[in-house]
């Protein structure tokens, strides 16, 4: 008989073995009933008598019967048992609600924009979400962070996770009307170097970003003298809304106020797609149905989402106006 107080997992198993097989009028039954061979069902209630020191069963070929050991060691574990097994169906009901913690990371700079609208639908339609947003410009551990959902402008090296580009980042020079006509429309890269520029400093690399070109369809990048320069994307945006300088500007961020007219894009030939912003995940099949859930409406809102990217033929409608060539007298 195996000694010491504590049963070890097996002696469960062989538990919920015994208890099936009384329920069930036989030992082949139980182990149908839980996939498991007739042979090694039997070998679990016998090592089970073994360890407890008491018959639990009469066997005979065609029946079987409890013991009177057996049948107060029924009436003691059934309701451990009946605990067990609602706590299981509870967990395996909790994979199909969508309900519960939601954990999420992105980018910083200039997501919450088009995070919010998202989260805000889910959780209308889903009252029992609570959503857990991390928003950072470093890439950080998806298992040590346990993430559900992962958004990252451009590609991401961690592994083991699936990758999906939601939609291509435009990146885009320019500038409010106000300043095109005190500071002159750029027509030539080489005519940036007499422009107030803003750039882009990274807050985790501490890094100025350059500015990117596509140049006879090869991306080119080139570092800007800055008029303007801060570690804020949103800052960024501000200052060219204002005036203070020509900045080049993420698509997603530039859209809607080139679209209202208080920017203007200039040097469309030289426009960028190299980057995109992508939703990372685990593995669908072992997801909870509420990450499933928030993946599904994330794909059928931001996949190839025409709100955050200038189709060509609104660019056209820039490239046909007549152009002001040089500086205001």
């Given at each position: 008989?195996?000694?010491?107080?504590?049963?070890?997992?097996?002696?469960?198993?062989?538990?919920?073995?015994?208890?099936?097989?009384?329920?069930?009028?036989?030992?082949?039954?139980?182990?149908?009933?839980?996939?498991?061979?007739?042979?090694a069902a039997s070998q679990a209630i016998a090592q089970l008598e073994q360890h407890l020191g008491v018959r639990l069963l009469h066997r005979t070929?065609?029946?079987?019967?409890?013991?009177?050991?057996?049948?107060?060691?029924?009436?003691?574990t059934q309701p451990a048992l009946a605990a067990l097994d609602r706590a299981l169906a509870q967990a395996r009901e909790s994979r199909e609600e969508?309900?519960?913690?939601?954990?999420?990371?992105?980018?910083?700079?200039?997501?919450?924009?088009?995070?919010?609208?998202?989260?805000?639908?889910?959780?209308?339609?889903?009252?029992?979400?609570?959503?857990?947003?991390?928003?950072?410009?470093?890439?950080?551990?998806?298992?040590?962070?346990?993430?559900?959902?992962?958004?990252?402008?451009?590609?991401?090296?961690?592994?083991?996770?699936?990758?999906?580009?939601?939609?291509?980042?435009?990146?885009?020079?320019?500038?409010?009307?106000?300043?095109l006509k005190t500071h002159g429309t750029p027509s030539t890269l080489d005519d940036l170097t007499a422009h107030r520029c803003s750039v882009f400093?990274?807050?985790?690399?501490?890094?100025?970003?350059?500015?990117?070109?596509?140049?006879?369809?090869?991306?080119?990048?080139?570092?800007?003298?800055?008029?303007?320069?801060?570690?804020?994307?949103?800052?960024?945006?501000?200052?060219?809304?204002?005036?203070?300088?020509?900045?080049?500007?993420?698509?997603?961020?530039?859209?809607?106020?080139?679209?209202?007219?208080?920017?203007?894009?200039?040097?469309?030939?030289?426009?960028?797609?190299?980057?995109?912003?992508?939703?990372?995940?685990?593995?669908?099949?072992?997801?909870?149905?509420?990450?499933?859930?928030?993946?599904?409406?994330?794909?059928?809102?931001?996949?190839?989402?025409?709100?955050?990217?200038?189709?060509?033929?609104?660019?056209?409608?820039?490239?046909?106006?007549?152009?002001?060539?040089?500086?205001?007298?």
């Amino acid at each position: 008989m195996a000694e010491g107080p504590n049963m070890p997992i097996n002696d469960f198993r062989a538990i919920a073995t015994f208890a099936k097989a009384v329920e069930l009028g036989s030992i082949r039954q139980a182990a149908l009933a839980q996939g498991v061979t007739p042979q090694a069902a039997s070998q679990a209630i016998a090592q089970l008598e073994q360890h407890l020191g008491v018959r639990l069963l009469h066997r005979t070929t065609r029946s079987l019967a409890l013991t009177e050991e057996g049948q107060r060691f029924l009436e003691n574990t059934q309701p451990a048992l009946a605990a067990l097994d609602r706590a299981l169906a509870q967990a395996r009901e909790s994979r199909e609600e969508v309900t519960g913690p939601l954990r999420i990371v992105g980018p910083k700079s200039s997501f919450a924009a088009i995070l919010m609208p998202l989260l805000d639908e889910f959780c209308r339609e889903h009252p029992g979400i609570q959503p857990d947003v991390h928003l950072d410009d470093g890439i950080g551990n998806w298992v040590l962070d346990r993430v559900d959902v992962g958004f990252r402008i451009g590609m991401s090296a961690s592994e083991g996770v699936i990758g999906r580009q939601l939609f291509p980042i435009q990146m885009i020079v320019c500038a409010t009307p106000e300043y095109l006509k005190t500071h002159g429309t750029p027509s030539t890269l080489d005519d940036l170097t007499a422009h107030r520029c803003s750039v882009f400093r990274h807050p985790v690399t501490g890094k100025v970003a350059p500015w990117y070109f596509t140049v006879d369809g090869k991306l080119e990048h080139r570092q800007m003298s800055p008029a303007f320069a801060t570690n804020d994307t949103e800052l960024e945006v501000q200052a060219v809304l204002a005036g203070q300088v020509m900045g080049q500007l993420a698509s997603f961020s530039a859209a809607s106020h080139i679209r209202a007219g208080r920017l203007v894009p200039v040097l469309l030939q030289h426009i960028s797609a190299h980057i995109g912003l992508h939703l990372y995940y685990g593995n669908r099949t072992a997801q909870p149905k509420r990450v499933r859930a928030f993946l599904d409406l994330a794909l059928a809102r931001l996949n190839d989402c025409n709100d955050y990217v200038l189709a060509d033929k609104e660019l056209v409608r820039f490239k046909s106006r007549p152009k002001r060539s040089g500086r205001s007298e």
